[in-house]
T-cell receptor
Framework: EAQVTQNPRYLITVTGKKLTVTCSQN?????MSWYRQDPGLGLRQIYY???????DKGDVPEGYKVSRKEKRNFPLILESPSPNQTSLYFC??????????????FGSGTRLTVV | QQPVQSPQAVILREGEDAVINCSSS?????VHWYRQKHGEAPVFLMI?????EQKGHDKISASFNEKKQQSSLYLTASQLSYSGTYFC??????????FGDGTTLTVKP
């Protein structure tokens, strides 16, 4: 089944403890992206990747890191999480942004709580 | 710059129509629409790539007025399954997408 898989689905952590949220897609998509969703603020883009080893900042990159070493994986890293990073996170992928012919396939989301 | 969606919320009876608007203050590459049900991921509905384009399937369609930098989503003869939050996403630079705050649609029997 074609899908974007995020793990974990739920995570509670403490301030300052490094964590990684994984994202993997099995559709051979070039483009991948991370979003956070907060009540009343919609989806805000954190980072995106046009292809392997190519990443760029979205609108809210502060406090996050990403890497794209393989086409299928795009992990989101929080080096020192803070309570204001408590949010619902979505990973998304698309075949090719350059062709602009497809919308995004989203993962099921990761609900992160930082205490 | 985030696109602006209107209205923020709509309540309908089954069979009624609705229009959701999405506008931007800057030029757009494309506009895409998603529906998100509570506790689930957004699901892609359609993408419009150029001005004047209109698309639709079943009773959901959309238009893109590039000149006015706005798009509208049309839901006709709404069904209970149409309930959810609708987001428009826009791209001004390839790869960099911005979403509106969403429009919550509630369809009642």
């Amino acid at each position: 089944e074609a899908q974007v898989t995020q793990n974990p689905r739920y995570l509670i952590t403490v301030t300052g403890k490094k964590l990684t949220v994984t994202c993997s897609q099995n559709m051979n998509h070039e483009y991948m992206s991370w979003y956070r969703q907060d009540p009343g603020l919609g989806l805000r883009q954190i980072y995106y990747s046009m292809n392997v080893e190519v990443t760029d900042k979205g609108d809210v990159p502060e406090g996050y890191k990403v890497s794209r070493k393989e086409k299928r994986n795009f992990p989101l890293i929080l080096e020192s999480p803070s309570p204001n990073q408590t949010s619902l996170y979505f990973c998304a992928s698309s075949l090719s942004v350059r062709d602009r012919v497809e919308g995004y396939t989203f993962g099921s989301g990761t609900r992160l709580t930082v205490v | 710059q985030q696109p602006v969606q209107s209205p923020q919320a709509v309540i309908l009876r089954e069979g009624e129509d609705a229009v959701i608007n999405c506008s931007s203050s800057k030029a757009l590459y494309s506009v895409h629409w998603y529906r998100q049900k509570h506790g689930e991921a957004p699901v892609f509905l359609m993408i419009l790539l150029k001005g004047g384009e209109q698309k639709g399937h079943d009773k959901i369609s959309a238009s893109f007025n590039e000149k006015k930098q706005q798009s509208s989503l049309y839901l006709t003869a709404s069904q209970l399954s149409y309930s959810g939050t609708y987001f428009c996403g826009t791209c001004r630079v390839a790869g960099k997408s911005t979403f509106g705050d969403g429009t919550t649609l509630t369809v009642k029997p």
